[in-house]
């Protein structure tokens, strides 16, 4: 099983950033898909998730209309798509199956500052 996160960077207040996360060594379409992340000194907290086929999601209050998880099945990889990115967005981003029960990636940081 590997999960490869893919897509942070640096960026100001307000502005956009896509996350990839590729998945391999277990059959991904069988599986709800989330995006987690940690913030220096913080737990690690659920961002959003995912439904197998992509029909339904959820979303932390706190970035609620702000991101969107997608998946593409075919692809192995699941997406967030960040917006209106503030400075408390700042985190080491991972996706993982809820529960976070499978090894996790090394994961891609998002660092929001002007």
């Known amino acids: 099983v590997q999960l490869v996160e893919s897509g942070g960077g640096l960026v100001q207040p307000g502005g956009s950033l896509r996350l990839s996360c590729a998945a391999s060594g277990f059959t991904f379409s069988s599986y709800r898909m989330s995006w987690y992340r940690q913030a220096p000194g913080k737990e690690r907290e659920l961002v959003a998730d995912?439904?197998?086929?992509?029909?339904?999601?959820n979303y932390a209050d706190s970035v609620k209309g702000r991101f969107t998880i997608s998946r593409d099945n075919a692809k192995n990889t699941v997406y967030l798509q960040m917006n209106s990115l503030k400075p408390e967005d700042t985190a080491v981003y991972y996706c993982?199956?809820?529960?976070?029960?499978?090894?996790w990636g090394q994961g891609t940081q998002v660092t929001v500052s002007s």
């Open positions: 995912i439904t197998r086929r992509g029909g339904d999601t």
């Open positions: 993982n199956v809820p529960g976070g029960g499978l090894s």
